[in-house]
């Protein structure tokens, strides 16, 4: 499939999908949510990927729904917002979530709607200094979706979310790293190079390890103390019979690096 909206390629280990609608904030369209989810069905079927490096290109994120592309007519009846979640945000946002391994998302500008909550559905989150998240559903009489009404009480709290949802308030990348919404701010000059290099890194880590992880932290939200020790205990289980903690092991007792391959 040869793409018009998204750049997708795959090096040492790392999918980078980079979108690319620069010129209209890279807001999704019907064409690049089919594009983006072509990228990620070649992601989950290609063994060399070990981390996703999302990012975008030009002077924002992701400026969420193009509008334009469900321009209505006078007298006609209103689009079903909800099949679009359906079919197109609500996928992309539970693929994020089971990749077998790392997502990284790079946020380089703005991130609003859509495009903020796809960015913290990723497992870490870096952002240009002047990159902000904004969640204008309200300004138009709509509900924070892409998961924003799950994410944004988990990580910055039930007050602080529903005053986001409801004021629509520019969140800025150096607030957001200050509670807790996004791992870390980088300088602008730096942003590209640091997740790249971040990335690289994840692509060489105990990959099995790494995906039990992210499944514990995701199942913890919602599972009890006795339940998420039994969780740690099964997945503790199968991660210490992985190829990865043997070499770990190994490379630990003969004092070298380890040559981790994610199996």
Same mark, same amino acid.
């Given at each position: 499939m040869t793409y018009s909206t998204i750049l997708f390629e795959v090096a040492e280990g790392v999918a980078t999908l980079t979108f690319n609608r620069p010129d209209k904030l890279n807001s999704f369209t019907t064409e690049m949510h089919a594009e983006v989810r072509d990228a990620l069905a070649k992601v989950q079927t290609d063994p060399s990927v070990r981390c996703l490096l999302l990012t975008a290109a030009g002077r924002g994120f992701c400026a969420g729904q193009d509008l334009s592309d469900r321009a209505v007519a006078p007298g006609s009846a209103m689009p079903d917002l909800g099949e679009s979640l359906e079919k197109n945000y609500n996928p992309l946002v539970r693929t994020l979530r089971r990749?077998?391994?790392? $997502? $990284?998302?790079? $946020?380089?500008? #703005?991130?609003?709607?859509?495009? %903020?909550?796809? %960015?913290?559905?990723?497992?870490? #989150?870096? %952002? %240009?200094? /002047?990159? /902000? =998240?904004?969640?204008? =559903?309200?300004? !138009?009489?709509?509900?924070?979706? /892409?998961?924003?009404?799950? =994410? !944004?009480?988990? !990580? $910055?709290g039930s007050g602080r979310a529903m005053a986001l949802a409801m004021l629509g308030d520019k969140v800025s990348a150096e607030q957001a790293e200050a509670w807790g919404m996004i791992y870390k701010v980088v300088d602008d000059a730096a942003l590209q190079d640091e997740a790249r290099k971040l990335a690289r890194h994840l692509a060489t880590q105990p990959t099995k390890g790494l995906a039990l992880v992210k499944r514990a932290m995701q199942q913890s939200s919602t599972n009890t103390l006795d339940e998420q020790l039994d969780l740690e205990r099964d997945y503790q289980r199968e991660a210490g019979r992985t190829q990865d903690y043997r070499e770990g092991v190994a490379a630990f007792t003969e004092k070298r690096v380890p040559k981790f391959e994610g199996k």
């Amino acid at each position: 499939m040869t793409y018009s909206t998204i750049l997708f390629e795959v090096a040492e280990g790392v999918a980078t999908l980079t979108f690319n609608r620069p010129d209209k904030l890279n807001s999704f369209t019907t064409e690049m949510h089919a594009e983006v989810r072509d990228a990620l069905a070649k992601v989950q079927t290609d063994p060399s990927v070990r981390c996703l490096l999302l990012t975008a290109a030009g002077r924002g994120f992701c400026a969420g729904q193009d509008l334009s592309d469900r321009a209505v007519a006078p007298g006609s009846a209103m689009p079903d917002l909800g099949e679009s979640l359906e079919k197109n945000y609500n996928p992309l946002v539970r693929t994020l979530r089971r990749l077998e391994f790392p $997502v $990284v998302c790079a $946020v380089n500008g #703005v991130a609003a709607g859509a495009g %903020a909550n796809i %960015a913290l559905a990723c497992d870490i #989150v870096l %952002a %240009a200094r /002047s990159a /902000s =998240f904004i969640q204008p =559903f309200c300004k !138009l009489g709509l509900v924070p979706d /892409s998961g924003g009404t799950w =994410f !944004l009480p988990r !990580l $910055v709290g039930s007050g602080r979310a529903m005053a986001l949802a409801m004021l629509g308030d520019k969140v800025s990348a150096e607030q957001a790293e200050a509670w807790g919404m996004i791992y870390k701010v980088v300088d602008d000059a730096a942003l590209q190079d640091e997740a790249r290099k971040l990335a690289r890194h994840l692509a060489t880590q105990p990959t099995k390890g790494l995906a039990l992880v992210k499944r514990a932290m995701q199942q913890s939200s919602t599972n009890t103390l006795d339940e998420q020790l039994d969780l740690e205990r099964d997945y503790q289980r199968e991660a210490g019979r992985t190829q990865d903690y043997r070499e770990g092991v190994a490379a630990f007792t003969e004092k070298r690096v380890p040559k981790f391959e994610g199996k």
